[in-house]
């Protein structure tokens, strides 16, 4: 997994297998039953582009999954989408995302962010009790990449604040290391983006 990420190649044995142009590595953690799991350590999980965490479905989206799965058993051809995207088409997304324009302000946005949780002393007294250490470089190039994306989703051409701060949550949370004080005082690291967010203005 960590292969793929960072050479795109993966190994078995003495052999290693290119990987295609287009390919995603998801990763699922369950926050219950983890006897005899470890996390990853903070250098390999610093590779993940994002963490969205997935709650429990509202009822009327139990509800689809009954129904789904009972249509499921019920057909014994797979259900298709309705739609489809072919590698072209995300080819064509990218490109696109990599020209939405971001304004040098919101480029010094996201350094001051990402600065705020290497120094955190200079922005609030609690934030600096609670971080042990700051994110990674990675974390710039990640909320940079994300927020054009939302952009290009939104339909805009050009970034907003409102992107960074939206897009700092999945990709700072599981960048921010926290300390004993936070971990037992039970601090999200959603907690602290919404501190940092606060605390550290665009202008």
């Not at 989206?61 to 797979?78: F, G, W, Y």
């Not at 339909?155 to 921010?176: K, N, S, T, W």
């Amino acid at each position: 997994m960590l292969e793929a990420m960072a050479e795109k190649q993966i190994s078995i044995g003495k052999t290693t297998h290119c990987l295609p142009p287009l390919f995603f590595v998801i990763a699922t953690q369950n926050p219950i039953e983890q006897e005899g799991t470890y996390t990853l350590p903070e250098a390999q999980l610093d590779r993940f582009l994002l963490q969205l965490n997935v709650s429990y479905p509202n009822e009327e989206d139990e509800l689809s999954i009954l129904r789904l799965n009972q249509t499921e058993r019920e057909n014994t051809q797979p259900l298709m989408p309705d739609f489809s995207i072919t590698f072209d088409d995300i080819f064509t997304a990218r490109t696109a995302v990599d020209q939405i324009y971001i304004a040098p302000e919101i480029e010094q946005y996201i350094v001051r962010l990402v600065m705020a949780t290497r120094e955190p002393e200079r922005y609030d007294s609690q934030l600096s009790q609670w971080l042990k250490m700051g994110v990674s470089p990675r974390a710039s190039l990640a909320l940079n990449q994300c927020a054009r994306a939302r952009a290009w989703l939104e339909g805009r051409e050009f970034v907003i604040p409102e992107d960074i701060q939206i897009m700092a949550y999945p990709v700072l949370r599981h960048r921010l290391i926290l300390n004993y004080e936070a971990i037992a005082e039970n601090i999200h690291p959603d907690h602290i983006i919404r501190l940092l967010i606060s605390q550290v203005t665009c202008a």
